[in-house]
């Protein structure tokens, strides 16, 4: 291990204390552990899910054991997954409460400690928190509701709201896509479902908390959002999970889907705790003159494989992946972006910035598809990477497949290092090699903090200041 | 004796002493020996050759990871550095060091720069107000011609010579510290930057405060008298003179120094 010259180092878990905390639930339901067609039918029972759910979730499950796991070189931890020992599903019932006050109490503590109910009384139009397999508490703001907006968990949004549901569920990312969206498509539960009608202009953020609890659990929520035509509307979500010894696994599905002219931009701050195997398929599809913009936060897990994805499928339709990844010590975040254009006219974005720690590998994989007969397409990559210490690593992947000549596109990467002088100035100057570190690291990411709404943006700032106090001895 | 004794620490209390340190760099030795004393309310100069060690005295006294002291011992106001292992504690004690080739921070601000120094500086607990410490830097600002759009600039990125040694001479009028290391801080001025911030360095000038400023050449001491001018050669001061050894040195060269100690050996 590089790492062991810094066995002076703090442990750097020790800043994630304001998620690390877990209460002991008695689960009403519990699917037990391991994953069978048992499994299956007891999820299905519980949830009261339609036949056709059933079937999908078999397909899933007969998917998930056909496929291999995702090879290539980086993800050989994933080997350490062992998924007979996984907890499938936990919940309280499934019913998420309208008000606070309902709230089961273990539940309810867990999200004020988290400052949820706080920001949904200060900026939220609406908010989900689901605790590992269901949401706990769902609502959303009257004034939002009026106007036809639909936000609720994706169990109620398939039950009373199938006829848009059933249309756009799995399209996005089929089941199939790899072996975790299959695992998905299997055991999913909870995330959310969220329709906004034509020309509906949601003015604040819809927002999602998700939250793990137990031990040794899944969570694999599958979340679904559909902007109709000229609509707009802005998702977030924060992730955290306490500090166990055993792994837990997290495997989202997030689908998307902008009609014509509509905007949905999702934005994602987690915070994993290192015991957290981070694997998320996200894609979305927008259609003529649509925008889909991904604006990700990767902190934390012991290993994250996300590349989110947008599909230009209609006209001049937009993609774009703002990301910053953080991998301290141990860590592996290996993201990325997957832009499709798939009709004349399509641009796409990505600018990408990863800071590794310590041992920690970031890694940015990224595909921009441009076929032979499409004209006028284009597309912009920026991939900037900052090392911290000299065994620090960064790799970068950039696939760009343009075929034809009626394109553009444009790559451009960096590698920088907070380099020893750098910090001896800042320290001259009176800060502490932590603080020195901090400001570095801020200074890398500022133009991109910048796009995350003010309250992410603080808070992203105060996550980067911890996870950089514990770098340094 | 008792008089004598007070007077000493008196002495000792309100004064920059530099002494006996030896400093080596991996096995190199390149302090061999310094003697020097700057009392508060004093401008010193340092004259040397380039490779005398004069730029090393200075980075030696901020902490810079790189050397290593071998001997003797740096008292500010009769506080041995050598005790304060980080170069920021030895900072926020009231040592700036003005430096040759300032450092870039990409993406941080001149404002939040300078702002997260003086907050560094204050209690545990106690929070910066943010008017304040903007009227406070728009003076300053304003005494050494920094345009007031400087403070949305990256530090030093994509500055001037003569950018980067105003803003160092900016940091340090909002730090103010006891006692002020200047390296260099002439190089890369043309002759408007070179008074510009030679103004801002004698305004600071103050009976709270002690310069040491450390230059190549004797142009930078037209505009910032020094009370005392000390000559280093390889890694010692040879001699110590009023602001007209700076003259002297101009018109006869290194070597003059050197012959003549050479020919008292």
């Not at chain 1, 999820?43 to 998930?64: A, H, M, S, T, Y």
Request: charged residues 25%.
């Amino acid at each position: 291990m590089p790492a062991l010259e810094e066995t002076e180092k703090p442990d750097l878990n020790l800043d994630r204390s304001v998620g690390d905390f877990s209460y002991d639930v008695q689960y009403q339901y519990d699917a037990g552990v391991g994953l069978t067609e048992a499994t299956i039918d007891y999820i299905c029972d519980v949830k009261n899910d339609p036949d056709w759910i059933r079937e999908f979730r078999k397909d899933g499950l007969r998917k998930f054991l056909e496929k291999p796991m995702p090879t290539h070189w980086a993800s050989h931890d994933l080997d350490n997954i062992v998924f007979d020992n996984i907890r499938y599903y936990l919940s309280q019932g499934t019913q998420p409460k309208r008000s606070w006050d309902d709230v089961p109490e273990e539940m309810k503590q867990t999200f004020e400690r988290l400052g949820i109910p706080e920001q949904e009384r200060k900026f939220l139009a609406g908010v989900e928190a689901q605790f590992d397999s269901e949401a706990a508490y769902s609502n959303i703001k009257a004034a939002v509701g009026e106007q036809g907006v639909i936000f609720v968990g994706s169990t109620e949004g398939l039950h009373k709201h199938p006829e848009i549901f059933r249309k756009w569920f799995g399209k996005v990312i089929p089941t199939g896509d790899n072996k975790f969206s299959a695992l998905n498509s299997a055991v999913f539960s909870g995330g959310s479902f969220i329709y906004v009608p034509p020309g509906v202009k949601v003015k604040h953020p819809l927002q999602a908390y998700f939250r793990i609890n137990a031990e040794s659990f899944g969570q694999f929520e599958r979340t679904l959002i559909i902007a109709d035509e000229g609509s707009e509307v802005m998702y977030m979500e924060g992730c955290t999970a306490p500090k166990f010894e055993t792994s837990t696994l997290h495997s989202a599905v997030v689908e998307l889907v902008a009609l014509k002219g509509a905007k949905i931009q999702y934005v994602t701050v987690q915070n994993w705790s290192p015991n957290v195997f981070n694997l998320v398929t996200k894609r979305g599809l927008a259609h003529e003159e649509a925008e889909i913009k991904w604006i990700d936060c990767n902190i934390g897990s012991r290993l994250t494989m996300k590349y989110p994805g947008v599909i230009m499928k209609g006209r001049k339709a937009r993609g774009e992946v703002i990301s910053i990844a953080l991998a301290s010590d141990g860590q592996h975040q290996d993201t990325g972006a997957k832009m499709i254009h798939a009709a004349d006219e399509t641009t796409s974005n990505i600018v990408s910035k990863s800071i590794s720690i310590g041992s920690g590998i970031a890694t940015y994989r990224g595909l921009v598809d441009i076929p032979p007969h499409r004209k006028g397409c284009k597309n912009n990559t920026e991939c900037d990477a900052l090392l911290i210490n000299t065994h620090s690593r960064t790799d970068t992947y950039p696939a760009v497949v343009v075929r034809g000549n009626q394109n553009a596109t444009q790559h451009e990467a960096s590698v920088s290092k907070v380099s020893a002088e750098q910090i001896f100035y800042m320290q001259q100057r009176g800060l502490s090699e932590g603080e020195a570190m901090s400001l570095a690291v801020n200074g890398f990411v500022n133009d991109l903090v910048r796009e995350f709404p003010m309250e992410y943006s603080v808070e992203l700032k105060r996550l980067i200041d911890l996870e950089m106090e514990g770098s340094v001895g | 004796m008792r008089g004598l004794h007070q007077e000493f620490l008196i002495y000792l209390l309100m004064s920059l002493v530099i002494k006996n340190l030896t400093a080596n760099i991996g096995d190199q030795q390149i302090l061999k020996g310094v003697n020097l004393e700057v009392p508060k309310g004093e401008v010193h100069a340092i004259m040397g050759k380039n490779g005398s060690g004069k730029s090393t005295l200075a980075k030696i006294m901020a902490g810079h990871p790189d050397y290593t002291v071998t001997g003797g011992e740096v008292l500010m106001d009769g506080e041995n550095l050598f005790d304060m292992e980080e170069p920021d504690e030895r900072a926020r004690a009231g040592l700036f060091l003005a430096f040759q080739y300032p450092m870039e921070i990409p993406g941080v601000t001149i404002a939040n720069f300078i702002r997260a120094a003086v907050q560094a500086r204050l209690p545990e607990g106690e929070e910066l107000e943010a008017t304040d410490y903007y009227a406070n830097l728009y003076a300053k600002m304003d005494a050494l011609k920094i345009p007031r759009a400087f403070t949305s600039r990256s530090v030093n990125e994509g500055f001037s010579g003569g950018e980067k040694k105003r803003c160092e001479i900016l940091q340090m009028a909002m730090l103010e510290p006891k006692y002020a290391v200047l390296d260099e801080t002439d190089s890369g001025l043309d002759i408007d930057a070179l008074k510009i911030v030679s103004d801002g360095v004698n305004a600071l000038r103050s009976p709270d405060r002690g310069f040491l400023v450390i230059t190549h050449y004797q142009r930078l001491l037209n505009y910032i008298v020094p009370d005392k001018v000390h000559v280093m050669v390889d890694g010692r001061i040879v001699m110590t003179g009023d602001k007209d050894l700076a003259l002297e040195l101009e018109a006869r060269g290194y070597d003059w120094v050197t012959e003549g100690e050479l020919a008292t050996a």
